[in-house]
């Protein structure tokens, strides 16, 4: 009877261990390179681009040539340089920005524009500045004191309300302290209009409580002041 199981000599033995090492490394290796060169997925859904150890559910990481103004991130439009949304690894980013690079000043700083220094930005709602909380249409900086352009045309300066203390009347332009001062800042003469086209031009004084109103007289020679609003 014969035996069928076949024998290897030290030669094919020698073969096939070196073909199953060789081909163990280059598996390693192209694991290796995919793993830290190119994109990361783990078993948790973590990926990361351009980095094995993405410390976010998604983190892109700046390749080693890159620079601080270098786009990490991008959006553009059917495989332009032009970017609509452009992310530095500086941690800057740009919308509509032909030319960002320029305009980066500070990490987090944001560019909104078509190109150069020149920006555009459409706010649908309200902007409030410093934690300020705003209406449509409203732009508020700070809270407490504040700079207020509201959508209804009126202008706060260091107030929280348009609305004078005690009265029913909402003012359209408020500066808080008391004091407001209108200078050319030259020698040339400083000038205050007040217009009307209905009954003459008035202006509300209060003295201790008390409301009165100054205005032109109807025979336009004098300026009469009298207790009252301005009608």
Sequence with gaps: MHNNVKSFNLREVFVIVGAFVAAALLFVAFSSWATTIGTNIDATGTMGA????PWGTLAVDQREAQGIIDPTFVVGDNGTTTP??????????SFGSTTPSPLFLNPSDVVIGRNGSTNDLFVSGGLGVGNAT???GDLVLGTGPTFAVLGN???IVGASTTAHTGGANVDRFVFDGGNMR????????TTLSIDSEGGGSCIELRQAGTLYRAFVNAAGTGILVEAGACQ
């Design 182 to 189: 209108v200078s050319s800042g030259g020698s040339a003469t």
């Design 153 to 155: 045309g009126r202008l």
């Design 50 to 53: 351009a980095t094995s150890t």
């Design 84 to 93: 609509f949304i452009f992310v530095s690894s500086k941690g800057i980013v």
């Design 134 to 136: 705003t209406s449509d």
